[in-house]
C-alpha cells in the first residue's frame, strides 16, 4: 500500500532519449507505486527497452528525471533494490549455473540463497550445467534465477518469455506469480497481450517513443475485446455518443461517428434508438493498437 512518505517504486518524469534522429524514448511520465505488476507493451521499436535500459541506469537520459524508490538508478542497483532480465544478459560459458548465480549473489549486500534462487526460478535441476549448455529458454530462467537472487524489491524484466516455448512460458509465469505474492514490484515488457492480461495489474502502452495508453487491465479488456461501430450520424454530438452504453471513445467527423464499444449490440440498440437517422452502419472488431489508441482518446 501506497502512502505519501512511500516513494514510488519507479518515477519517471519528462523521459527522453534520441538516437540521431530517432526519438527512442519522446518525453515519458509514469509512476509505478510498490507492489504494482506493470506490463510494458508496444510494437517494435516503441521505445520499450530504451526506457528499461534507462530505468536501471545502463542509459544517460538526454532529458527527464528517472528515480527508483526515490533514488537514482545507480544507487538503487548497488542496494540491490532492482533485479533485471534483460533480453540478451549475457551468461559467462565456463560457468555452472549455480556458479554464475553465486557470483552474483556475491556481489550483493543482502542476497537470498543460491538455492532459493534457483528454485524459485524453477532451474534446480540446471544447477550444475554449463551456460553454454543451456536452451534459450533454459538461459532466460537462469537470468531470473539471478534477477531475484539480489532479493529486489523492483523486478525489471525485458521480454522474459521470448525464447521460451508455451508450457515454459505458463511455469515461468507461475514462478514469478508465487514470487510476486510477497509484494514486490514488477515492470516487464511484453508483446504477448495475453501475458499482460493475465499477469500484470496495470497495462502501459508505448507507441513512437510516447505512452500511448495507461490502464487497469480491465480497462483494457474492455476495449481490445471491443469493437468499432462506424456510422453516418445526422445532428449527433460527441458527448452524447460517448454516453451510449458500453462506449469507451468516439470520435466525429464531418458527421461520421466512430465509437469504440465493449459491446456493440448494446451501444447500436442504443444509438439507433436515439439517431433513428443512422446510416452507412460498419462494425469491426477493434485491433489492439486501435483499441489502446481509442483507449487514450477518451
Ligand atoms: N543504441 C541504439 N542506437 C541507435 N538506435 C537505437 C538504439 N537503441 C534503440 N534504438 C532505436 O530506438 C527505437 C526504440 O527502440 P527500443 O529497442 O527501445 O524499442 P522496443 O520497444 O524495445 O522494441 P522491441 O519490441 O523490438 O524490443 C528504435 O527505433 C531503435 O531502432
Redesign the pocket.
Known amino acids: 500500500m501506497s502512502n505519501t512518505s512511500t516513494p514510488p517504486a519507479v518515477a519517471l518524469g519528462g523521459l527522453r532519449k534520441h538516437?540521431?534522429d530517432?526519438a527512442?524514448v519522446d518525453g515519458i511520465d509514469l509512476e509505478i507505486r510498490p507492489g504494482e505488476v506493470v506490463a510494458l507493451l508496444?510494437p517494435?521499436?516503441?521505445?520499450?527497452?530504451?526506457a528499461i535500459d534507462m530505468i536501471l541506469g545502463l542509459t544517460t537520459p538526454d532529458a527527464g528525471s528517472v528515480a527508483v524508490f526515490g533514488r537514482s538508478p545507480a544507487e538503487a542497483v548497488r542496494e540491490g533494490a532492482i533485479g533485471a532480465m534483460l533480453q540478451n544478459g549475457t551468461l559467462l560459458d565456463d560457468l555452472t549455473v549455480a556458479e554464475t548465480v553465486r557470483l552474483v549473489a556475491s556481489l550483493h549486500r543482502k542476497p537470498i540463497p543460491v538455492e532459493r534462487a534457483l528454485r524459485r526460478a524453477g532451474c534446480e535441476d540446471l544447477a550444475a550445467r554449463r551456460a553454454n549448455r543451456l536452451s534459450g529458454g533454459q538461459a532466460q530462467r537462469v537470468r531470473f534465477a539471478i534477477a531475484l537472487v539480489s532479493d529486489p524489491a523492483l523486478l525489471v524484466l525485458d521480454?522474459p518469455t521470448a525464447a521460451m516455448d508455451p508450457a515454459t512460458r505458463r511455469d515461468f509465469w507461475k514462478a514469478m506469480y508465487e514470487d510476486t505474492a510477497g509484494g514486490r514490484t514488477v515492470l516487464f515488457?511484453t508483446?504477448y497481450l495475453e501475458e499482460a492480461e493475465e499477469y500484470a495489474d496495470r497495462v502501459v502502452l508505448?507507441n513512437g517513443g510516447r505512452i500511448a495508453a495507461d490502464g487497469t487491465v480491465a480497462e483494457v479488456r474492455a476495449v481490445a475485446g471491443g469493437r468499432t461501430i462506424r456510422a453516418a450520424v445526422p445532428g449527433a454530438d460527441a458527448a452524447a455518443l460517448l454516453a451510449l452504453p458500453a462506449v469507451t471513445a468516439c470520435e466525429l467527423r464531418d458527421g461520421r461517428a466512430r465509437i469504440a464499444t465493449a459491446d456493440s449490440d448494446a451501444t447500436l440498440r442504443a444509438l439507433l434508438a436515439a439517431h433513428p437517422g443512422a446510416r452507412d452502419i460498419e462494425i469491426a472488431a477493434a485491433g489492439l493498437e486501435s483499441a489502446f489508441l481509442s483507449l487514450i482518446s477518451d
Open positions: 538516437y540521431g530517432v527512442a508496444g517494435n521499436g516503441a521505445g520499450k527497452s530504451t521480454e515488457a508483446h508505448m
